[in-house]
């Protein structure tokens, strides 16, 4: 069974700093990696979607990276703003055939304060 | 394209009644999800539909649970006998059927048993 771990569970930190959320997982066998955001009260809104093949994507100023071989994965947030605050949750999908596809296993999230 | 679409936002209910949700996809989106979220917790997965049909269901989802989607398109999730312990989000996302597809979600719908 797939468990996702984030750490640290909160961050903060002052405006235009860079910072890293972590997330590992147990199951090597992922296929994807999801990286969410959650404004409170709302929805998630999808940062970047790492495939099974691919190590790291990138959009503007946030980069994620994926090792399955150590069971990890890393959202970096360049110069941070008070606009980033947020929850940050990752999640996987295992590779365990088409009927596990969908079905995210996520982490309980990095809340994020950026302060001005 | 318009996003996920939830309705209602928010619902109060008391305890023992029956409520539904409903869900429309973005269009041609042929996978859809439900997940339950409580406060300070990742969302935890419910079922999901392939088209029509529904592939999976978490033990989770107990008989009082039951989801739909007649037509391929929109979905509902009906919970019957509702109990304080149902209180949560619970949030519908949808993608195209390829594995490599990002899953978007919806804004939620709130849900308060009293």
């Known amino acids: 069974k797939q468990e996702v771990t984030q750490i640290p569970a909160a961050l903060s930190v002052p405006e235009g700093e860079n910072l890293v959320l972590n997330c590992s997982f147990t199951?090597?066998?992922?296929?994807?990696l999801q990286w969410f955001r959650q404004d409170p009260g709302k929805g998630l809104t999808s940062l970047l979607l790492?495939?099974?093949?691919?190590r790291e994507q990138t959009s503007g100023r946030l980069n994620a990276s994926l090792d399955k071989s150590s069971g990890r994965s890393t959202l970096y947030i360049a110069a941070s703003q008070p606009g980033d605050s947020a929850t940050y949750l990752c999640?996987?999908?295992?590779?365990?055939?088409?009927?596990?596809?969908?079905?995210?296993?996520f982490g309980q999230g990095t809340i994020l304060t950026v302060h001005p | 394209d318009t996003g996920v679409s939830q309705d209602p936002r928010h619902k109060i209910t008391k305890r023992g009644q029956n409520v539904t949700f409903r869900c429309d996809p973005i269009?041609?989106?042929?996978?859809l999800y439900w997940y339950r979220q409580t406060l300070g917790q990742g969302p935890e997965f419910l079922t999901y539909?392939?088209?029509?049909?529904?592939?999976?269901k978490s033990r989770l989802l107990s008989d009082r649970f039951s989801a739909e989607r007649p037509k391929g398109s929109f979905s509902t999730l009906e919970i019957q006998r509702t109990e304080q312990g149902d209180s949560a989000m619970y949030l519908c996302?949808?993608?195209?059927?390829?594995?490599?597809?990002?899953?978007?979600f919806g804004e939620g719908s709130w849900l308060t048993v009293v």
């Open positions: 996302a949808s993608s195209l059927r390829a594995a490599g597809n990002t899953i978007y």
């Open positions: 199951d090597s066998a992922i296929y994807n």
């Open positions: 790492i495939q099974s093949s691919q």
């Open positions: 999640a996987g999908i295992a590779n365990a055939g088409g009927t596990s596809y969908g079905k995210l296993t």
């Open positions: 269009s041609e989106h042929n996978r």
């Open positions: 539909f392939q088209n029509e049909a529904q592939l999976e």
